[in-house]
């Protein structure tokens, strides 16, 4: 095949299916991100609704053809609402030995594995551990599996560009995209399109690409593949209309803080020390110089936090970014912006821990350390984000709850969300109320801790400010001048008042809405963050099944909302689902005294839609 | 530095607030307020642009007296605060203040990196040699053998120099003074103003209650003339009564010696001649310990070099070269599609 021949054959006998999950996995230097984001764009294009979640090795340079080396994209498309990437997989198309070893537990029974028989060499079964290849003996009876020589059909495809081996193997990854493309019915246009653009000025490489993403198709056209693999058709989906892009939790939440900062008239300055899964943020914030914003990349998360705070101080919009490890080594100088009411937003991509512990996996075991995780009576508001879009609206109430009460505000986030993507409807950023700062400016009767009346909110004061100089600090300040104060009365007045600022924030918030389902009845599963979708979907499946379940999520964490006591009160039982031993279950027992029970599961992974069903079915069949 | 807008000629007690001073009787730290106060009156500086930043010890409780803008923090961290201060307002006169402790023990990661990097602050560290605040425990510039409430038996590790600190750093201004050479603290505040950068001054300073006198074999006044040498770009090398005194660069091994200027047929001609763009030489200098070699004072460094804050803003200015950003495009950005 020369050039481009992407001239699509009309869809016959396709099987049609509701949905389907494929995951590309292969070693870190496959380009089984590529292969992914490429399958995800022809999805988006071709109507599905979707959600992918890539897997990255911890390691930068893993040893080729190693099991800690294996990197895997999912994505989950389908003709209806797509709520998760997928429990478990219909294909599996991997490229090695240990791709196969470190997936295959997650392909569903009878799913099928694509295997490129070329790559499972002695010296690759090896390092995965196999001691005979998978392929020739039986230990893949239960699934459908397909051995091609993707290594040598793709080197045969690109010989006429005068490619050597080793570069011709590269487009191995476009070849196994061309297969998938077939099997789904999937054109390949926006593909060619793409390696055209990227790979413009080496036109080699781009036919290279191309050459073989054609043959990988045609392979499967001229019925070189089993028959009984069958092909499939994934209708559109019912999709709100719009113009939409994929955006990941790291880019929404980057979007959602330069949006808000625009709509609070501020400049922000973003603070940060490298740490995975939060670096993400600050590199796409680095990006935004034309938009004015500062981006410092500190010594390290002290500096960082309190040179946001700094910045603050002087009348930007200060904001720092981290993972669990990182923010703790931030609660002095978090304290330090409760006791002087300065706003901030503190972002926490959670990852599993403690300490280091497995810094390229999801958790949401922060909770405590957001609400609870400072020395003294430190009150601080504290939201979550629930899916890779949510962080665009999320990181915007951060900021205008911060700026409006004059207080840090921390935003969790988790590395599932800040990774994963998900199709979204791109908002019109003039649709959204603006929230306009008012700096102090008037000299009359001035002190720094005068409050209003309402918010309790102190007044926000730029130095530069004429006849307003005034000093604060961590030192206990008086209720009525706003210098220093040893006055034990004065302290716990102000603790009082620092309470009440914090805990009114629940009248300027949403009530809490039942997400699925009614209010009242047998059983309400509660959870916050990025469990967001399985619970939806498991709420809504055992719905259609006739249970009486309903789902409560919740994306203020503090202050609850001040209806939410009310609400749980209305079910016979709570089932609170979260990827941590029980966290937010302990917040609400001892808010409101309900008997909420867990479903808890730290293994580095999201809940699976079916590890929810079965825990709703055993409590409503008891 | 900055360019201040006089708003009227203010006076020394302008600058001072309403607040009871809450040192010690007799502290050191009285007589650098008086001086920083009075530099800033003659300075003509704009309150209202004047911001002091500090963290946590005697010291620090410095922005407290000034009636300027000031941010009293947390310990170690006033670098990093004054860091993101410049960030959001290059345009701030900052002044950055703290203690031995504050800066170079909890804070020493911040004072470096603040000093590498050249921010625009004026960086006071009022060097007592001990904790004043926690009620004495040695810091770590303390001497060995400095005996303290958590040393007993006196203290066994090696003290820093903070002056050597700054210049192996990378510090683009760095000088010394003592809190009772009035006249003297002043004129090197006023350069410290002046420089463009993070202009690192380290002051001698006294606690007169849990490390009284450690500083006197070089500020008595019977030993002062004899103990320091006070330093300026381009002016010989020369200490002493009547300046009989001088450095000469003893080229063999590389090190300064102290000699009496007749003896051995030592001339003016052999004395060496400062020049503080030579960060050698700033090095030697502030190497120098009595008895053998008197304490060295003043400017014994100063370099012309970009400004971090200036150099982030000027990025900014960059990117927005062809014009400001525009959320709804970058939203757009990438990959879209319609759907009908
Ligand atoms: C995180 C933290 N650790 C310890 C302290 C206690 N502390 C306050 S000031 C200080 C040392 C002060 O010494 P120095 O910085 O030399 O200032 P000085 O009081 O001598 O002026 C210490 C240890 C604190 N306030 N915060
Ligand atoms: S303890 Fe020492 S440094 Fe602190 S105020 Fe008293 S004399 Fe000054
Ligand atoms: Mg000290």
Known sequence: MSEVAAIDRPNENRQEIESAVVRFAGDSGDGMQLTGSHFTMTAAIEGNDLSTFPDFPAEIRAPAGTTFGVSAFQINFGARKIMTSGDQLDVLVVMNPAALITNL??????????????????????????????????????????????????????????????????????????????????????????????????????????????????????????????????????????????????????????????????????????????????????????????????????????????????????????SGPGIALKMEA????????????????????????????????????????????????????????????????????????????????????????????????????????????????????????????????????????????????????????????NHQKMTDVRAAKINGIADDIPEQEVEAGAAGGKLAVVGWGSTYGPINRAVNNMRDDGYDVSQIHLRYIWPLPRNLEELLKTYDQVLVAEMNTGQLRTLLRAEYLVPAEGLNKVNGKPFLIGELEDAIRIRLEK | MNVQSPPGKLKARDFATDQEVRWCPGCGDYAILKAVQNTLAELEADPKNTVFVSGIGCAARFPYYMETYGFHTIHGRSPAVATGVKLSNPKLDVWV????????????????????????????????????????????????????????????????????????????????????????????????????????????QNCIVYNDGVFKHFTEKSVQDEMQ??????????????????????????????????????????????????????????????PIMPVALGVLYCESAPTYDSSVHAQIEHARKDGEGDLTKLLHGGQTWTVE
Not at chain 1, 193 to 209: C, G, S
Not at chain 1, 361 to 370: F, G, N, P, V
Request: proline share 5%; with cysteine; net charge negative.
């Open chain 1, 334 to 489: 978090i304290g330090l912006a409760i006791g002087t009411e300065l706003p901030m937003v503190i972002v926490n991509s959670q990852r599993a821990g403690p300490s280091t512990g497995l810094p390229t996996k999801t958790e949401q075991s922060d909770l405590y350390q957001a609400v609870f995780g400072r020395n003294a009576d430190a009150p601080m508001p504290v939201i979550s984000v629930s899916t890779p879009s949510d962080g665009y609206d999320v990181a915007i109430e951060a900021i205008r709850i911060a700026t409006k009460y004059m207080t840090p505000v921390m935003v969790l986030t988790d590395g599932y969300i800040t990774n994963a993507s998900e199709p979204w409807l791109i908002p019109n950023p003039s649709t959204y109320e603006r929230f306009d700062v008012e700096f102090r400016t008037d000299p009359e009767n001035f002190h720094p801790f005068l409050r209003d009346d309402k918010t309790l909110a102190r007044p926000w004061v730029k130095p530069g400010t004429p006849e307003l100089m005034h000093r604060i600090g961590g030192i206990e300040r008086s209720y009525d001048t706003g210098h220093i104060s040893y006055d034990p009365d």
């Open chain 2, 229 to 290: 040498i006070h330093v300026e770009h381009g002016q010989p090398l020369l200490f002493g009564k009547d300046k009989s005194k001088g450095l000469v660069l003893n080229m063999e091994e590389m090190r300064l010696e102290a000699v009496t200027l007749g003896e051995d047929g030592i001339t003016e001609a052999d004395i060496a001649v400062h020049d503080e763009t030579n960060r050698s030489l700033a090095t030697m200098l502030a190497q120098m310990d009595p």
């Open chain 2, 97 to 204: 203040v703290g203690g031995d402790g504050d800066m170079l023990s909890i804070g020493g990661n911040h004072t470096m990196h603040a000093i590498r990097r050249n921010i625009d602050v004026q960086l006071l560290l009022f060097n007592n040699q001990i904790y004043g605040l926690t009620k004495g425990q040695y810091s770590p510039t303390s001497k060995i053998g400095t005996r303290s409430p958590s040393t007993p038996m006196g203290s066994i590790d090696n003290p820093v120099s903070a002056a050597q600190f700054a210049l192996g750093v990378g510090g683009t201004f760095i000088s010394r003074s003592t809190d009772i050479l009035v006249k003297h603290l002043s004129s090197v505040l006023k350069r410290a103003h002046g420089h463009r950068g993070t202009s690192f001054v380290e002051i001698f």
């Open chain 1, 105 to 322: 537990a997650d392909v569903k029974p009878g799913g099928i594995v694509i295997a490129d028989s070329g790559a499972f060499t002695d010296r690759n079964l090896t390092k995965a551990g196999y001691t005979e290849s998978p392929l020739e003996n039986d230990s893949l009876e239960g699934y459908r599996l397909v051995k091609i020589d993707m290594s040598r059909l793709t080197v045969e495809a690109v010989k006429e560009f005068g490619l050597s081996n080793k570069e011709g193997l590269r487009s191995k990854n476009m070849w196994a995209l061309g297969l998938i493309y077939w099997m789904y019915g999937r054109k390949r246009q926006a593909s060619v399109d793409w390696l055209k653009t990227k790979f413009a000025k080496m036109p080699e490489i781009a036919n290279a690409n191309i050459a073989a993403l054609n043959a990988g198709h045609a392979f499967g056209e001229t019925a070189e593949m089993p028959a009984e693999l069958g092909t499939f058709e994934v209708e559109r989906a019912q999709i709100e209309p719009g113009v939409y892009r994929t955006i990941t939790g790291a880019e929404s939440v980057s979007f959602g803080l330069l949006a808000g900062s625009q709509l609070a008239g501020l400049n922000i300055s973003f603070c940060s020390y490298p740490i995975t899964p939060a670096s993400a943020l600050l590199h796409h914030l680095a990006r935004m110089k034309n938009f004015g914003v500062v981006t410092f990349q500190a010594e390290d998360e002290i500096a960082a936090a309190t040179a946001a705070l700094g910045a603050s101080y002087a009348g930007s919009l200060g904001i720092t970014s981290s």
